[in-house]
């Protein structure tokens, strides 16, 4: 036992002097200041502390036709936040260099006891040379100790299926003291992730950001950790990711390897008015999806005629609508309407008699008490509508999207995620996502959006997904265009338009393996899923789905 012991700090000593080595890496601001105006900006080879929690994010604005070259660079943040953002920046390029974080932005461990009557609470001791210090109980992950994969039948869980988090005095372990008897088929030895926070008051999330750019390129990048997303977009037009990498990261001498990569997504595209082209990047072992191209769907709250306005119900800052932009209606029942145009926009403050009628509409709604915000919109003209209805900003969900020839998974949710339009999806490997592989839906209960229109998946090759602990409200299917309204049904033709879905391959993964609903324009052809003994799974129950077959569809037209 006295070995064991001092080997224990033998190796949280060294790691502690590779992290004071760190801190002397060369300044990477001093760097990047001394090049500032430069049409192209060289990082050599080596590594670069990036002094973020002095300084924030390393800000680019207002840059064009300007290439950062990274060369093969390793860039070491020493506080868990944003590393990069970029600003209203035209034709850029860069490449070339990897982002990781010391501190790391989660810690690890091994459940060594845990309650066998009541399961109500389990203690997790952190692995040497990992975080014991600002660790939360956000998202809690179980890993299996053989594979040192996501375990399969188990769940990921948070702050709310907690009553207690603490750590015990004097040691390297955490209690965690359940909110009720919920199960995720956890056992002692059973490897578990927690995320680490910043001491920073308001620290900003994600790791490498791009807002309000045009024509950006991000080539050979490689993310080994975030305190959220790994690479984000908002209002950007045309961003093209080739070759870039969401994964584990190394580690010093004496500590296990790492788990997870990112805290959240992966690549994650939100409010483009050009879609991206994502090609050959491998995204894997991130705390939430791989990849996401999206919109953001509105309630309607409030209604004048006479105006032509309409209020919708927000639960952030910032919205992004633009005199002219083209807006789709979707009536409460799940159905698209018509389409109108933003003459004017300004922000208003909903009642609570207001924001009381939507959560009502919508009992599943995440974030209620955070939907205190709202904006007026006067319209070119004003369709018939009612309260609850559904109001998304087509000009911004990302259209003309392009996915193809990347490797994602290895995660805890979807492989891709897809809430646009006029876009792509082809030749993908999906390996060993915990929920759909690839999941073609708005997520009202987010307010996602928006509605898939002109969409095509073709050639992607999908094995062991759907591993998760069976969620009956949760959307079925390996590969999913899936839609439930707010009370939690599935609407007439008329949600999604023209999905063609073809030369898809299935393995390893629960039946129905394709699944497609509200679709008007419904093709689907030379799909193959492959039947599969497993644990049963009931993903989508609750909405009538069976699971003896390789398709299941409903309320689609040809």
Same mark, same amino acid.
């Given at each position: 036992?006295?070995?064991?012991?001092?080997?224990?700090?033998?190796?949280?000593?060294?790691?502690?002097?590779?992290?004071?080595?760190?801190?002397?890496?060369?300044?990477?601001?001093?760097?990047?200041?001394?090049?500032?105006?430069?049409?192209?900006?060289?990082?050599?080879?080596?590594?670069?502390?990036?002094?973020?929690?002095?300084?924030?994010?390393?800000?680019?604005?207002?840059?064009?036709?300007?290439?950062?070259?990274?060369?093969?660079? %390793?860039?070491?943040? !020493?506080?868990?936040?944003? $590393? *990069?953002?970029?600003?209203? /920046? #035209? =034709?850029?390029?860069?490449?070339?260099?990897?982002?990781?974080?010391?501190?790391?932005?989660?810690?690890?461990?091994?459940?060594?006891?845990?309650?066998?009557?009541?399961?109500?609470?389990?203690?997790?001791?952190?692995?040497?040379?990992?975080?014991?210090?600002?660790?939360?109980?956000?998202?809690?992950?179980?890993?299996?100790?053989?594979?040192?994969?996501?375990?399969?039948?188990?769940?990921?869980?948070?702050?709310?299926?907690?009553?207690?988090?603490?750590?015990?005095?004097?040691?390297?372990?955490?209690?965690?003291?359940?909110?009720?008897?919920?199960?995720?088929?956890?056992?002692?030895?059973?490897?578990?992730?927690?995320?680490?926070? %910043?001491?920073?008051? !308001?620290?900003?999330?994600? $790791? *490498?950001?791009?807002?309000? /750019? #045009? =024509?950006?390129?991000?080539?050979?990048?490689?993310?080994?950790?975030?305190?959220?997303?790994?690479?984000?977009?908002?209002?950007?037009?045309?961003?093209?990711?080739?070759?870039?990498?969401?994964?584990?990261?190394?580690?010093?001498?004496?500590?296990?390897?790492?788990?997870?990569?990112?805290?959240?997504?992966?690549?994650?595209?939100?409010?483009?008015?050009?879609?991206?082209?994502?090609?050959?990047?491998?995204?894997?072992?991130?705390?939430?999806?791989?990849?996401?191209?999206?919109?953001?769907?509105?309630?309607?709250?409030?209604?004048?005629?006479?105006?032509?306005?309409?209020?919708?119900?927000?639960?952030?800052?910032?919205?992004?609508?633009?005199?002219?932009?083209?807006?789709?209606?979707?009536?409460?029942?799940?159905?698209?309407?018509?389409?109108?145009?933003?003459?004017?926009?300004?922000?208003?403050?909903?009642?609570?008699?207001?924001?009381?009628?939507?959560?009502?509409?919508?009992?599943?709604?995440?974030?209620?008490?955070?939907?205190?915000?709202?904006?007026?919109?006067?319209?070119?003209?004003?369709?018939?509508?009612?309260?609850?209805?559904?109001?998304?900003?087509?000009?911004?969900?990302?259209?003309?999207?392009?996915?193809?020839?990347?490797?994602?998974?290895?995660?805890?949710?979807?492989?891709?995620?897809?809430?646009?339009?006029?876009?792509?999806?082809?030749?993908?490997?999906?390996?060993?996502?915990?929920?759909?592989?690839?999941?073609?839906?708005?997520?009202?209960?987010?307010?996602?959006?928006?509605?898939?229109?002109?969409?095509?998946?073709?050639?992607?090759?999908?094995?062991?997904?759907?591993?998760?602990?069976?969620?009956?409200?949760?959307?079925?299917?390996?590969?999913?265009?899936?839609?439930?309204?707010?009370?939690?049904?599935?609407?007439?033709?008329?949600?999604?338009?023209?999905?063609?879905?073809?030369?898809?391959?299935?393995?390893?993964?629960?039946?129905?393996?394709?699944?497609?609903?509200?679709?008007?324009?419904?093709?689907?052809?030379?799909?193959?899923?492959?039947?599969?003994?497993?644990?049963?799974?009931?993903?989508?129950?609750?909405?009538?789905?069976?699971?003896?077959?390789?398709?299941?569809?409903?309320?689609?037209?040809?």
């Amino acid at each position: 036992m006295k070995l064991t012991y001092r080997l224990l700090h033998l190796c949280v000593w060294l790691a502690a002097a590779i992290v004071s080595k760190a801190q002397e890496l060369p300044d990477l601001k001093t760097l990047l200041d001394a090049q500032q105006g430069n049409p192209v900006i060289e990082i050599p080879a080596g590594k670069y502390r990036l002094n973020n929690m002095t300084y924030g994010a390393y800000q680019f604005t207002n840059l064009s036709n300007v290439e950062i070259r990274g060369n093969g660079a %390793s860039i070491i943040c !020493n506080s868990q936040e944003l $590393a *990069f953002r970029f600003y209203n /920046c #035209t =034709n850029i390029k860069i490449s070339g260099f990897s982002i990781d974080y010391d501190p790391l932005c989660f810690t690890q461990g091994a459940i060594v006891a845990k309650d066998n009557v009541s399961n109500l609470w389990f203690e997790v001791e952190i692995d040497p040379g990992y975080p014991v210090d600002n660790v939360k109980n956000h998202r809690v992950q179980f890993y299996d100790a053989a594979t040192r994969q996501l375990k399969r039948n188990s769940i990921t869980t948070g702050e709310g299926h907690y009553s207690s988090f603490q750590r015990i005095p004097n040691t390297r372990r955490f209690k965690l003291t359940k909110s009720n008897a919920w199960v995720a088929n956890e056992k002692v030895g059973d490897l578990v992730v927690l995320d680490v926070v %910043s001491t920073k008051a !308001n620290a900003a999330a994600h $790791a *490498f950001q791009l807002e309000k /750019c #045009t =024509n950006a390129t991000v080539e050979d990048v490689t993310i080994y950790g975030s305190n959220s997303f790994s690479f984000f977009e908002r209002d950007c037009s045309g961003t093209h990711y080739n070759r870039c990498k969401v994964d584990r990261g190394p580690v010093a001498p004496g500590m296990p390897a790492r788990l997870r990569s990112s805290n959240a997504d992966g690549i994650h595209s939100s409010l483009a008015s050009v879609g991206p082209l994502v090609e050959n990047c491998d995204i894997k072992h991130n705390g939430d999806d791989c990849i996401i191209v999206c919109g953001r769907s509105f309630p309607v709250c409030r209604i004048d005629s006479a105006a032509k306005s309409i209020y919708l119900l927000a639960r952030e800052a910032n919205l992004v609508f633009y005199v002219g932009d083209t807006l789709q209606h979707v009536l409460y029942a799940g159905t698209k309407s018509g389409k109108v145009k933003v003459q004017a926009v300004e922000p208003y403050t909903p009642t609570t008699a207001e924001r009381e009628a939507i959560v009502a509409l919508y009992p599943d709604l995440l974030f209620k008490p955070n939907y205190t915000r709202g904006v007026r919109i006067t319209l070119d003209a004003l369709p018939a509508m009612g309260i609850g209805d559904i109001i998304y900003n087509e000009s911004h969900t990302g259209k003309g999207f392009v996915i193809r020839n990347n490797k994602v998974g290895y995660n805890r949710s979807r492989g891709i995620l897809i809430k646009s339009s006029n876009g792509v999806v082809y030749n993908n490997e999906i390996t060993g996502t915990a929920m759909n592989g690839i999941l073609v839906a708005p997520e009202i209960h987010w307010m996602g959006g928006g509605f898939a229109d002109h969409v095509e998946i073709s050639y992607n090759r999908f094995f062991e997904c759907m591993f998760e602990k069976t969620n009956q409200g949760m959307p079925p299917g390996v590969l999913s265009v899936f839609y439930a309204n707010g009370a939690a049904k599935v609407p007439a033709a008329g949600a999604f338009g023209q999905i063609n879905v073809h030369h898809n391959t299935i393995q390893k993964s629960p039946y129905p393996g394709f699944v497609f609903t509200s679709v008007i324009g419904l093709q689907h052809s030379a799909n193959t899923a492959e039947p599969y003994p497993c644990t049963s799974r009931e993903h989508g129950k609750k909405f009538e789905v069976t699971f003896d077959a390789p398709v299941w569809e409903k309320n689609n037209t040809p």
